[in-house]
């Protein structure tokens, strides 16, 4: 009984661990409503998304610098690249590859909200 009950607590507290650092990076993920309630599920997935956005913004500035060996985008946009803004905004989109829209077309392609 006595093992049970401190096992039971011990999950909790980990449990209680795991929401925290959850709710920790829901905080930091750019959403709109900002207040808009999500799954665990989503907050990876956009986690994910939000640091490849990162990434390539730190790319474009600086090629030598950003994750873009480490971190790999999988889907239908391909992997990262130092090129990939300019990849991005000539596809067929409303997006022109120019400094004052390259974030706003990223921002679209990742399927972030552009209005922080």
Do not use: M
């Not at 093992?3 to 909790?12: D, M």
């Not at 997935?45 to 060996?69: E, S, V």
């Amino acid at each position: 009984v006595v093992r049970r009950i401190f096992t039971n607590s011990r999950e909790r507290w980990r449990q209680q661990n795991v929401n925290g650092a959850f709710s920790e990076l829901r905080r930091l993920i750019p959403t709109h409503p900002p207040d808009r309630k999500l799954s665990k599920n989503e907050v990876l997935r956009l986690a994910l998304r939000y640091i490849g956005f990162l990434d390539r913004l730190l790319t474009d500035q600086d090629p030598g610098r950003g994750w873009t060996g480490i971190l790999r985008e999988d889907g239908p946009q391909g992997g990262l690249s130092p090129n990939g803004i300019q990849d991005r905004c000539l596809q067929p989109r409303t997006c022109v590859s120019s400094p004052g829209k390259s974030v706003l077309c990223l921002l679209a392609s990742f399927g972030l909200p552009w209005f922080f």
